[in-house]
Structure formats: C-alpha cells, structure tokens
C-alpha cells in the first residue's frame, strides 16, 4: 500500500488520545513570569479518548460535537487544528470526533491529549511532513503537558514539562481513582504553603525510589475527596497523586492484584484499571499501520 493509501484509509480510523500519569512531581523553582520549573516522569496508560478525523472540502475545521461545559472554540482539538493551519498556510478542513472516555479535570491530560493527536494525525492526514520537533513547539502553545504526548514514550521532564528525556520505566498494572471534584491547577500553584524550592534529583534517584508529588499535601488538605481516595486505594497499594489531581492512582506487579483492588473500589468511586505503557498508544498504531514512514 502507498504513502498516499494509508494517508486516505487514516482518515477512517479512530486514533487513540491516552491518558498519562505523573509518577514523581518536584517543583525546583519558579520563573520571573510565574511559571514553576518542575522535575516529572511521564507514563503512559492504556485508557484513551479515541478521535476520528472527517474530511470537509471547505476549508473549516469543526467539532463534530462539542463536550459539555466547553465551547467549540475553546476546545484543544480545534485550536491543535487551526494553530496547524495558521503556521503552514494549511487549506485543508476537518471535522474532528472525539469520543471522550477520560474524565476532565483529573490530572490525565485528556484535553491536552486529543490536542495532541489532532497534531500528529493531521500532520500525516494533511501531508504537512513537520518534525516531532516543530508539533512539539507547537503543542507548547497549547498547553504545557502536550509535548508529552507529542514526543509518545515515557520521559524524564523538566522545565515547565516541556525538556524530555525517554526514559523505560516498568510497564505495571494501575488503578486510577477519580475523586468527584475538579481541582483548580492555578489554585494549588498559587497556595502559599506550595514547596517550591524542593533539591533537584536525577533519574537514578527516581529508579531507587524517589517519587514524590509536592503537590500532594496541598491538594489532600484542600479537597477531603482525594485524601478519602488516598486513604482507600493505600490498603491494596501505595497511593499517589497524578499531577496536581483530583487522580490518585497505584501500582501493581501483578493484573490480579490490580483486578482485586478495582473489585473492592468501584462500588464506591469512579476507578479505572489499566496498564502503564511506554510507548504511547497512538505511536504504536501509528507504526502498526505503517501510517508514518
């Protein structure tokens, strides 16, 4: 089949937008505009939004239906979409599909991404041929947890999140738990009693065991939901805060353990069961496909 094939079938099938944990979170310092310099590690997890991608011949780019509580020209897909169009002259239109799986205001990266799959698969639907490079730049204008999901392997992070290293971190079963609350990111970064000079680690420190969360104390005294889920998902597991939340999640060495927990858990909450991956979702389909070369 050729490029240009693939590039046609591409636009029939509904490509993956994971969801990722932060497994470790120190904030080492904060910039002169606000911004908080952070050290993180950034896995993967097979639970996913999926997005399909219909072509249009007028040029628009729209949602095929908007999520509730977000107005179309607010969504990160539509303006993944435009940003595209605006920096290569792009004429091409889309209407995008998103069927939206993972919860809002978790700490998942949801949002962040579908815009990110709108990128990299209007990229190679439009034969627009940018570098993994340049859509990382451009994700960095949309939101600061997009290049992540940009770059699609598990990263080392620093800066605002933005400098990756690939890094393989063992692929374990998880249980996420999503409190019934949406934690106000800006809020826990403006809080006073936030840690902001925590001492800069290195990978191997992280290996061996240090995988903090400074916005962990901040975020449980704040919102009892996560400190009741904290609470609960620890008698299975070690629990930890994904990004500034509301997520909990923990990790398994073995899927019946992980199962045990979800069974014991999802009377009560919303929870997920998953399993870490390194390579994101969307690059394996990407190479199954032999939709990129």
């Known amino acids: 089949m050729t490029q240009k094939q693939n590039r046609q079938s591409a636009w029939m099938e509904k490509w993956p937008a994971p969801a990722k944990l932060n497994l470790m979170l120190r904030i080492i310092g904060q910039r002169e505009d606000g911004y908080h310099l952070l050290q993180t590690v950034f ?3 097979d639970l996913c939004d999926w997005i399909t991608f219909h072509p249009v011949n007028d040029g ?3 949602l095929y239906r908007t999520i509730s509580g977000v107005p179309e020209a607010e969504d990160l897909t539509i303006k993944a979409a435009n940003l595209l169009k605006t920096e290569t002259g792009c004429s091409h239109g889309v209407c995008i599909e998103v069927e939206k799986n993972l919860p809002m205001g978790g700490g998942l990266g949801g949002g962040s991404s579908d815009a990110a799959t709108t990128l990299v698969v209007l990229n190679e639907l439009w034969d627009l041929r940018l570098t993994t490079e340049k859509l990382m730049k451009f994700g960095l204008a949309l939101g600061a947890d997009v290049p992540i999901f940009v770059c699609g392997y598990s990263s080392w992070a620093e800066g605002v999140g933005e400098k990756l290293e690939r890094i393989d971190i063992p692929e374990q079963w998880v249980v996420i738990i999503k409190p019934d ?9 403006l809080a006073k009693d936030l840690t902001r000079n925590s001492k800069s680690i290195k990978i191997s ?21 996560v400190k009741d889920a904290l609470v609960d998902l620890s008698g299975f597991s070690e629990a930890r805060l994904t990004g500034t939340g509301a997520c909990v999640f923990a990790q398994f060495d073995s899927k019946s353990a992980a199962v045990d927990a979800y069974k014991s ?27 990129i070369s």
Do not use: M
């Open 43 to 45: 896995q993967f997890v």
């Open 60 to 62: 628009r780019v729209s």
């Open 181 to 189: 609350c949406h934690v106000n990111t800006r809020e826990i970064f």
């Open 205 to 225: 420190d992280f290996i061996a065991g240090q995988h903090q969360n400074d916005c962990l104390d901040v975020v449980r005294e704040r919102y009892q939901s």
């Open 265 to 291: 858990l999802k009377n009560k909450w919303q929870v997920y069961l998953a399993k870490g991956v390194n390579e994101s979702p969307l690059f394996s389909k990407l190479k199954f496909g032999k939709y």
